[in-house]
C-alpha cells in the first residue's frame, strides 16, 4: 500500500478572473400593443384598387433588472390606393429575455438582433390574424435580416461620430432603431 500525505494535493494557482458563462432566454413573448385601422370603412370593400404596401420597423430595449432586458419590436404596415389609406396595422411585440456574461458589444448585439429575430414572427402572425379578421387579403411579409440591418446601423453611427469628432460607439442598446 503506498501512503498518502496532505503534501501531496496540488497547490491552487492563481487564475484570471473567470468569466461567467453567457446566459441567454426567453423569459415571455407578448404583444404589447395592437392597432388596426380602415380609415374608408365599407367604403374600401366596394371597389378594386392596386394597394401600395410600406412597412416600417423599428425596435427598443430596455433593462429591467441586472440581467433581465425588455426588447420591444414595432411593425406597422400602411396599405394605400393612390392617396387614399385602405388600413393601416400596427404591432409591438415584446419580450422578456434573460441575457448574462456578455460584454457591452456582445449585449448590443444581442438586444439589436437575436431578440428581434425571435419576435418578428409573432409579430407577423399578428399582421396575418388581423388582416383576416378584417376580411382583407393575407399580405406575405417578408423574413428581415437583423444582423445586416445592425451592421448598417452601427456602421452609419460610426460615421456620423467620426464627422462630428466624437470616439466610434457600438453600443445601441437601449435605444430606439428604426429600420
Known amino acids: ?21 453567457p446566459i441567454f432566454s426567453a423569459q ?10 380602415t380609415p374608408k370603412g365599407a367604403e374600401v370593400f366596394q371597389k378594386q384598387w392596386k394597394p401600395r404596401v410600406n412597412q416600417d420597423l423599428s425596435t427598443h ?4 433588472d441586472s440581467s ?3 426588447v420591444s419590436l414595432r411593425l406597422t404596415v400602411t396599405v394605400k390606393h393612390e392617396e387614399e389609406t385602405l388600413y393601416l ?11 448574462a456574461g456578455l460584454d457591452e458589444k456582445q449585449l448590443a ?5 437575436t431578440c428581434p429575430s425571435m419576435l418578428f414572427p409573432y409579430a407577423r402572425e ?19 435580416n437583423f444582423d445586416a440591418l445592425f451592421s448598417t446601423a ?10 462630428d469628432g466624437v470616439a466610434p460607439s457600438s453600443d445601441t442598446s437601449g435605444e430606439q432603431t428604426q429600420h
Open 1 to 21: 500500500m503506498t501512503e498518502q500525505n496532505g503534501s501531496s494535493k496540488a497547490e491552487p494557482t492563481p487564475t484570471a478572473e473567470v468569466k461567467p458563462e
Open 28 to 37: 415571455r413573448i407578448y404583444l404589447k400593443d395592437l392597432s388596426f385601422e
Open 61 to 64: 430595449s430596455s433593462q429591467l
Open 68 to 70: 433581465l432586458f425588455e
Open 89 to 99: 396595422v400596427e404591432v409591438d411585440q415584446a419580450g422578456i429575455f434573460k441575457i
Open 109 to 113: 448585439q444581442v438586444l439589436n438582433t
Open 126 to 144: 399578428v399582421i396575418d390574424n388581423t388582416l383576416t379578421k378584417g376580411t382583407f387579403p393575407p399580405l406575405m411579409i417578408p423574413p428581415v
Open 154 to 163: 452601427v456602421a452609419a453611427a460610426q460615421v456620423k461620430d467620426e464627422a
